[in-house]
């Protein structure tokens, strides 16, 4: 089984800035792409940054030139650097990892969530 862990959220005020990282565990052979995902109160959950695994990055127009992400591969794990950060980024963020390859017990290819973390920019 695989599980991410997020950690690194919590409150800041507006201006300032947050690492967040998730890791992977598990019998772990191979991930395709991770990202982070955010969902605010009565909002739908959306994309903030992907890391596609094939040298190439995406992110929402909301966060472009504040936020960065990046990857260590040999440690299965995203990050996430948040600067400038606004009241409007307060919300919980998930972690993704797709085409996630196991080989134990048998060959198994598979998507997977975070449970999230909370960030919360006070004015």
């Known amino acids: 089984q695989v599980q991410l862990v997020e950690s690194g959220g919590g409150l800041v005020q507006a201006g300032g800035s947050l690492r967040l990282s998730c890791a992977a565990y598990?019998?772990?052979?191979?991930?395709?792409?991770m990202g982070w995902y955010r969902q605010a109160p009565g909002k739908q959950r959306e994309m903030v940054a992907y890391?596609?695994?094939?040298?190439?990055?995406n992110y929402a127009d909301s966060v472009k030139g504040r936020f960065t992400i990046s990857r260590d591969n040999a440690k299965n794990t995203v990050y996430l650097q948040m600067n400038s950060l606004r009241p409007e980024d307060t919300a919980v963020y998930y972690c993704?990892?797709?085409?996630?390859?196991?080989?134990?017990?048998?060959?198994?290819?598979?998507?997977?969530w975070g449970r999230g973390t909370q960030v919360t920019v006070s004015s």
């Open positions: 993704s990892a797709n085409g996630v390859v196991t080989l134990i017990p048998e060959r198994r290819i598979a998507d997977y």
């Open positions: 890391d596609t695994g094939a040298g190439s990055t």
């Open positions: 598990g019998n772990i052979f191979s991930i395709d792409g």
